[in-house]
């Protein structure tokens, strides 16, 4: 079995930074694109940040310049740097990623259970 578990998340004030960690542990083989996702209250789930196997990476506009997405394959971890934070990016963040637990088998996508980020004075 895989497990996928962030943490990092907490309460900061606006401008502030805070860093995301999301690490696969159990069954994993190898690892495809990872992402970040968040949803507000009373929101749908929207597509934070995204980082390939080439580390190729892709931004919502509401956070291109603000945040950064990194992955280290050695410790199957994936971040997010997230600066300059505003009270509009209050919400559960989830990560995302793509495994293959055995060459055998094919990329399974499995989610975290998600941490919360509050930005408020």
């Known amino acids: 079995q895989v497990q996928v578990v962030e943490s990092g998340g907490g309460l900061v004030q606006p401008g502030g930074s805070l860093r995301l960690s999301c690490v696969a542990s159990g069954a994993v083989f190898f690892i495809g694109p990872m992402s970040w996702y968040r949803q507000a209250p009373e929101n749908e789930r929207e597509l934070v940040a995204e980082?390939?196997?080439?580390?190729?990476?892709m931004y919502a506009d509401s956070v291109k310049g603000r945040f950064a997405i990194s992955r280290d394959n050695t410790k199957n971890t994936m971040y997010l740097q997230m600066n300059s934070l505003k009270p509009e990016d209050t919400a559960v963040y989830y990560c995302?990623?793509?495994?293959?637990?055995?060459?055998?088998?094919?990329?399974?996508?499995?989610w975290g259970q998600g941490t919360q980020v509050t930005v408020s004075s």
């Open positions: 995302k990623m793509a495994v293959r637990a055995t060459q055998n088998q094919g990329l399974k996508y499995y």
């Open positions: 980082i390939g196997v080439s580390e190729t990476t």
